[in-house]
């Protein structure tokens, strides 16, 4: 096909352009492969129920942006920590959690089951081997399974998060020592 026939997708130039200063052009997605939204049958459904790790991490993103839909459950335990599950769905469960002050985990992984940490409330501190985290309201953490960690609110106000589970919850081994208290072996 010549370029003489082939119809273009540019408008044409100006009539008080000079010919010599045409642009080379540059097309878009849009212009080479078309409208997907047009092409009915290259669309994916949606899902109804999360199955990857960045839709769990939507999902616990829109929960967050719903305060209406947690907020007035939200109760605060000085005796143990308070949780109460969310929602539950093929394969995964999501829990809401109140912290008050001094109020922590103990450190534990979450067996075969991989999850997500969003601080919907106040300030939590996330223990590991490797350090410590500071997590405020809005923030995030991805786990996979087997991942030891503790969470402790260390501030004087009430926290509140939320842990997304996938699969569902069905364990949660407590480890022996604490690293959030520094142990130290006389050599």
Do not use: K
Not at 149 to 166: M, P
Request: charged residues 15%; negative net charge; contains cysteine.
């Amino acid at each position: 096909m010549n370029s003489a026939s082939a119809p273009s997708a540019t408008p044409a130039p100006a009539a008080s352009a000079p010919a010599t200063a045409q642009a080379a052009v540059v097309e878009s997605d849009l212009q080479i492969a078309g409208d997907i939204l047009a092409v009915q049958h290259l669309l994916q459904p949606a899902r109804e129920h999360p199955a990857t790790v960045a839709e769990f991490a939507g999902l616990a993103r829109s929960i967050a942006e719903d305060r209406a839909s947690w907020e007035h459950l939200v109760q605060y335990d000085a005796t143990t920590r308070w949780y109460h599950r969310l929602r539950t769905g093929p394969g995964y469960e999501v829990w809401l959690l109140s912290w008050v002050p001094g109020q922590g985990s103990g450190l534990h992984d979450h067996g075969r089951s991989s999850g997500i940490l969003t601080v919907l409330d106040g300030e939590l501190t996330e223990h590991t081997p490797r350090g410590r985290l500071s997590h405020r309201a809005g923030s995030q953490r991805v786990f996979a399974p087997g991942y030891a960690h503790e969470v402790v609110n260390d501030t004087l106000d009430g926290a509140v998060s939320l842990h997304v589970y996938f699969p569902g919850l069905t364990e949660m081994p407590m480890h022996s020592c604490s690293p959030a208290r520094e142990e130290h072996v006389p050599a």
